[in-house]
């Protein structure tokens, strides 16, 4: 019986959690995630750093209780699904799926993505820019030193070949859609990603 559960948070607003992963919180006795998420359980919450690295030695120190590892989107996109499922084993972890950034993204601006190109910096030294340069639709997640602004700034190609928004904070109250035009400042937002879509001709 797996003790160890990824509960994807959706993109981070309570209306976003998926009945299962109320359930779920439900039946855990310790938790591990981001600070927001700490009003969320009622069992002893504790908050990694480094994240990855943290999260791993909880899970080791805690073995035996039923710990759920809240993250954000969904657990199998760019998350930590694939360290804690290494780590510890498939029969060891239950995966908890959510609606994930990308979904929340392409809604918001109307535009179907099964077509798309998938890229994440968040987290990372940066990403494969000549994906996106090649792609016909592109979702970059960014983060607090990777914001879109940076990622822009230093792809001008980007600008160029691309129609492009930034989604921000998505499900929250703050959330932000901006269709990136040469007039206006590009946002800086952590909690954010990149869209685009090549412009006809292009």
Known sequence: MPDIYIISTGTGHPDMLTGKAKKALSEIDLAVGAERFRSWVSVPYHEPEPLISGTLEFIRTNRGL?????????????????????????ENVRVIEGVSVVQ???????????????????????????????????????????????????????????????????????????KIT???????????????????GE
């Open 66 to 90: 039923r710990i759920g590892v809240l993250v954000t989107g969904d657990a199998g996109f760019f998350s930590l699904a694939k360290s804690v499922v290494r780590e510890f084993g498939r």
């Open 104 to 178: 929340a993204a392409f809604a918001a601006i109307a535009e179907p993505w099964e077509d798309a190109v998938f890229l994440s910096a968040h987290g990372r030294g940066g990403f494969d820019s000549e994906k996106a340069v090649g792609a016909d639709k592109f979702l970059i997640i960014c983060d607090k030193v990777n914001n879109p602004k940076k990622i822009l700034e230093e792809n001008s190609r980007l600008i160029k070949g691309f129609e492009l928004w930034v989604a921000a904070n998505l499900s929250l109250d703050n959330e932000i859609i901006h």
């Open 182 to 200: 040469p007039d206006e400042p590009i946002p800086e937002d952590a909690l954010s990603c990149i869209i685009g879509i090549r412009k006809t």
